[in-house]
């Protein structure tokens, strides 16, 4: 059954999913699963939500789930007059499923079509300097970046279905989940030099985030450019969100990517014990970007 406290595998999450009214299905995974998300609100700035691109980062999807749980029955519905939320709680369907049948630590989706290793990384396979830094020509990395942008049914489906909240400019916000290291990361990541426009933005931001959510369990999470923050890592989700947001006319887009609980103690298999904590102090910086997007965009 389901759980907001344990994690739950695919079928489980769909299911969840699926009692929400604003359920709906963009495209198919490379093994034929669905892929899902909901839509809940009815205000003119849509703020995107998406889990799981990473397959084994499992606090990931856990955060979506209660994060649309709040935001139909709890302390997020107070914001759906103003807001609309397109959450997709497992982008990556093939590989998570994968991870629950024995292959724990697998990252990437499940496509077969590259030679003798399966998968690319999808968060290398967005349109955003793709091939760049950070991303490998070799079919067996954990990083591969793919034949070219947009090569996997994933990457390609949720470009898809929000180009409509791209282009009319309805998009404000494009924030992605991932773990671990506990940072919150704004573009660039896509190579060593360029700077967002909105960069001051996004850092002030950034920071209010941070503190929000030591204020709840006295956590730390680091706010920067990726690149200064991690490493250039070109083609992922969170660079090509904000230019194609750019390219549309929006002159200050918001797109962050969180990277969960924990700092390394127990990485990608963090306990269940921590998923209310996490999500709870991830809800703060929550409440500080939808305010800001309200507010400001
Ligand atoms: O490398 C990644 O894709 C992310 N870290 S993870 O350990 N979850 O794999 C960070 C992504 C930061 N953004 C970009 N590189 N665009
Ligand atoms: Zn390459
Ligand atoms: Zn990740």
């Known amino acids: ?33 669905d892929l899902f998300g909901v839509k809940v609100g009815s205000g003119s700035k ?54 629950w049948n024995g292959d724990r630590m697998w990252r990437k989706n499940r496509n077969t079509g590259y030679g003798a290793c399966v998968g690319v990384d999808l968060n290398r396979n967005y349109d955003a300097n793709h091939a760049g830094p950070g991303a490998s020509d070799r079919p067996c990395s954990d990083t591969y970046h793919g034949p070219s942008a947009f090569s996997e049914p994933e990457s390609k489906a949720q470009q898809d279905h929000m ?14 989940f991932h773990s671990y290291s506990q940072l ?58 904000y230019d194609a947001m750019l390219a549309a006319g929006n002159d200050g887009p918001l797109s962050y990517t969180f990277e969960l609980r924990d700092e390394g103690r127990y990485g990608f298999l963090l306990p269940a014990n921590q998923i209310q904590p996490n999500c709870e102090e991830i809800d703060a910086a929550m409440h500080v970007v939808i305010n800001y997007v309200i507010e400001n965009k």
């Not at 344990?6 to 079928?11: F, H, I, L, V």
């Not at 282009?167 to 404000?172: A, I, T, Y």
């Not at 990361?185 to 950034?206: C, H, R």
Request: net charge negative; aromatic share 16%.
């Open 163 to 176: 180009k409509q909240y791209i282009d009319d400019g309805s998009l404000k916000a494009f924030l992605t």
């Open 184 to 241: 919150i990361i704004f573009p660039y990541s896509y190579d060593y030099t360029s700077q967002a426009p909105n960069k001051a933005e996004l850092n002030s931001v950034g920071q209010e985030m941070s503190a929000a959510i030591r204020a709840v369990h006295r956590q730390s999470y680091e706010a920067g450019q990726g690149t200064d923050l991690l490493y250039a890592a070109a083609g992922g989700s969170d660079d090509w969100a």
């Open 1 to 33: 059954a389901h759980d907001l406290l344990k994690y739950n595998d695919y079928d489980t999450i769909k299911a969840y999913s699926q009692t929400f009214d604003g359920y709906f299905t963009y495209g198919t995974s490379f093994e034929g699963r």
């Open 46 to 99: 849509v703020v995107s939500v998406d889990c799981g691109i990473h397959a084994r980062e499992w606090i990931s999807p856990a955060y979506c789930q209660w994060f649309m749980n709040e935001v139909r029955d709890g302390q997020f519905n107070q914001y759906l007059n103003d807001v609309t939320f397109v959450i997709m709680p497992s982008i990556n369907p093939d590989g998570y499923v994968n991870t």
